[in-house]
């Protein structure tokens, strides 16, 4: 073969080869290309059936009731945009409502009217909040000697300390004045009060002045130990603490009849305080040295968490306590953050610990109930898609948009009420329904993107399409 023949063959050859590789990557190319147009096709059909269960299947909530300014509507509120609730909640004797952030001013809102509306209509009696039993019981007892919005002030955390709770406070008080009261009190354990030491040392003081002035110094050491930086104090110390309040629960049981004829009228007061004693105990002995070794620097970050969970155990160990010792009888409503009230806080996906992004949670409150509790408790979750709201330091903060396609809040606005509900316990598995049994992202905060299956940590979503910060009350 000559010289040109053969380069030419061999040419061939290499172009044939050139040919077949670059047919092959054009061939793949486009099956990627058709692939993954074919998943966008999927992916917006998907999305599209989700808003469209949504827009048939979300309850429009009206907005009634207590405005932004905390004036109350003079129209009187028959709930008829809630009648539906009755069946959802017919069998449930707790119903826990959360709030993805402290701060909002429909949060509040809504909160305050779904709580008359339970109370009203449906038979539930007790309130508890996200807030120090101790507190809470003694602003319950002295109700009728205060106003409104000094028993708010005295019962409550103060990033509910808003213009849009103070109609909640007198329509307690007006309650009180009836034979169907509602019924304030607390499931947390944190700190102490100016309050709750003089009502208690002014309450001991007519049996004992001694013990009284004992029971006022403890209280403010136990004030005073949450600060404390230094471990070798704390050592030397929480054993005395300790043996001080058993002490005080020794005076308690001897001189319990005596106590009762002071308050005839409130015989949830002996047992209430009875409770508090256990739980300074109690925190005494687990959750106060993670305390002292955070603010001392020593793994920070560990330590936050393992206070954390201990709180809420104790949480959910003070709403059992109310449910099956205090109450028995009664229907309660729980009013918390979202991460505390929700159902299985330790299998969602991804949350925020307060330092960083955690894909190992551990449970909280909602969580840790007992089963005889838990499986009569119906938990919503409240979320929005805009505004801005306060955070717990006072700034105001708004939410982080845009939203993600295929996200709770992104599904969710497909409603188009300013307000809406979607309860997530009748539906079946379904294509339509799919986005509440597969991993979401929604935001803790309106900021904080935690990842969860809806279904695993809400019974029911109360959706609102904006928020805006609470307005603070001024003295």
């Given at each position: 073969m000559t010289d040109w023949k053969r380069k030419l063959t061999v040419s061939v050859?290499?172009?044939?080869?050139?040919?077949?590789?670059?047919?092959?990557?054009?061939?793949?190319?486009?099956?990627?290309?058709?692939?993954?147009?074919?998943?966008?096709?999927?992916?917006?059909?998907?999305?599209?059936?989700?808003?469209?269960?949504?827009?048939?299947?979300?309850?429009?909530i009206a907005k009634i009731g207590a405005n932004a300014s905390g004036k109350e509507n003079t129209a009187e509120d028959t709930y008829k945009d809630l009648q539906f609730f009755k069946t959802l909640l017919k069998d449930k004797r707790m119903v826990s409502l959360g709030e993805a952030s402290h701060g909002a001013s429909e949060y509040n809102l809504a909160k305050v009217r779904l709580v008359k509306f339970l109370h009203e209509q449906m038979g539930y009696?007790?309130?508890?909040?996200?807030s120090n039993l101790a507190d809470t019981t003694i602003a319950s007892v002295q109700i009728n000697h205060d106003k409104p919005q000094d028993t708010m002030e005295k019962s409550i955390f103060?990033?509910?300390?808003?213009?849009?709770?103070?109609?909640?406070?007198e329509y307690i008080a007006q309650q009180s004045r009836t034979d169907h009261p509602l019924i304030l009190t607390g499931v947390d354990v944190?700190?102490?009060?100016?309050?709750?030491?003089?009502?208690?040392?002014?309450?001991?003081?007519g049996i004992d002045q001694a013990k009284a002035k004992e029971f006022a110094e403890t209280e403010r050491w136990f004030a005073e130990m949450h600060a404390y930086n230094d471990l070798d104090q704390f050592n030397r110390e929480q054993p005395q603490l300790i043996e001080k309040y058993r002490m005080i629960q020794q005076f308690v049981k001897e001189n319990e009849a005596k106590l009762k004829q002071s308050y005839p009228k409130n015989p949830e007061l002996i047992p209430s305080l009875k409770r508090v004693l256990e739980?300074?105990?109690?925190?005494?002995?687990?959750?106060?040295?993670h305390m002292v070794k955070l603010f001392a620097q020593m793994e920070p970050e560990y330590h936050i968490q393992e206070a954390s969970y201990i709180?809420?155990?104790?949480?959910?160990?003070?709403?059992?306590?109310?449910?099956?010792?205090?109450?028995?009888?009664?229907?309660?409503?729980v009013w918390g953050h979202n991460y505390h009230v929700r159902k299985h806080n330790?299998?969602?996906?991804?949350?925020?610990?307060?330092?960083?992004?955690?894909?190992?949670?551990?449970?909280?409150?909602?969580?840790?109930?007992?089963?005889?509790?838990k499986k009569n408790n119906y938990v919503i979750g409240l979320y929005t898609y805009q505004g801005s709201s306060n955070l717990n330091n006072g700034k105001v903060e708004s939410v982080h948009l845009p939203h993600k396609s295929g996200s709770m809040e992104d599904i969710l606005k497909a409603g188009g009420h300013p307000v809406s509900f979607?309860?997530?316990?009748?539906?079946?598995?379904?294509?339509?329904?799919?986005?509440?049994?597969?991993?979401?992202?929604?935001?803790?905060?309106?900021?904080?993107?935690?990842?969860?299956?809806?279904?695993?940590?809400?019974?029911?979503?109360?959706?609102?399409?904006?928020?805006?910060?609470?307005?603070?009350?001024?003295?």
């Open positions: 050859m290499v172009l044939a080869i050139l040919s077949s590789s670059w047919m092959g990557a054009a061939a793949h190319a486009m099956e990627n290309k058709a692939g993954k147009t074919a998943n966008k096709a999927v992916c917006a059909n998907q999305d599209s059936m989700w808003k469209e269960w949504i827009k048939k299947n979300a309850k429009p009696d007790v309130l508890a909040f996200e103060g990033v509910w300390h808003v213009q849009e709770n103070l109609p909640l406070f944190q700190g102490t009060s100016k309050t709750f030491i003089t009502f208690v040392e002014n309450w001991f003081g739980n300074r105990i109690d925190m005494l002995d687990t959750y106060m040295i709180r809420d155990l104790q949480m959910a160990n003070n709403a059992a306590w109310l449910a099956e010792r205090l109450y028995p009888d009664k229907k309660i409503i330790s299998t969602m996906i991804t949350e925020h610990n307060g330092f960083d992004f955690n894909n190992h949670p551990y449970p909280t409150m909602g969580e840790m109930l007992p089963y005889s509790v979607v309860d997530l316990t009748g539906a079946k598995l379904e294509p339509s329904t799919s986005w509440m049994f597969t991993p979401r992202i929604a935001k803790a905060w309106g900021m904080l993107e935690e990842s969860m299956i809806l279904r695993d940590q809400y019974d029911g979503l109360l959706f609102v399409d904006t928020i805006h910060p609470s307005k603070r009350l001024s003295k």
